[in-house]
């Protein structure tokens, strides 16, 4: 079943690699969307694919990169984009 989720991540995440962190995980676990930096200091997230694995994603978010500190992941259900692949973005 397919699923998509946005997902902001906060705490110590921006200057960590957290987006280069996220953008291996999802190439290697399947998963597509993007992931950038907002201008709050939040990570956003936002993963589609099968259920399984958008759950693993999430739960890599939840963690982090290792000099990461997170503090909050909020976790919103989405209308599913269809993405072909995970992409990196830029503000």
């Given at each position: 079943?397919?699923?998509?989720?946005?997902?902001?991540?906060?705490?110590?995440?921006?200057?960590?690699?957290?987006?280069?962190?996220?953008?291996?995980?999802?190439?290697?676990?399947?998963?597509?969307?993007?992931?950038?930096?907002?201008?709050?200091?939040?990570?956003?997230?936002?993963?589609?694919?099968?259920?399984?694995?958008?759950?693993?994603?999430?739960?890599?978010?939840?963690?982090?990169?290792?000099?990461?500190?997170?503090?909050g992941v909020?976790?919103?259900?989405?209308?599913?984009?269809?993405?072909?692949?995970?992409?990196?973005?830029?503000?």
């Amino acid at each position: 079943m397919k699923k998509s989720v946005r997902v902001y991540i906060s705490g110590l995440v921006q200057g960590m690699f957290f987006r280069v962190f996220i953008k291996e995980n999802a190439d290697k676990i399947g998963v597509n969307g993007f992931v950038r930096n907002l201008e709050d200091g939040r990570v956003e997230v936002f993963i589609e694919g099968d259920s399984d694995s958008v759950n693993k994603m999430i739960e890599i978010c939840k963690k982090g990169p290792r000099h990461a500190d997170v503090k909050g992941v909020e976790i919103k259900s989405e209308k599913f984009q269809n993405f072909r692949n995970f992409k990196v973005l830029h503000i």
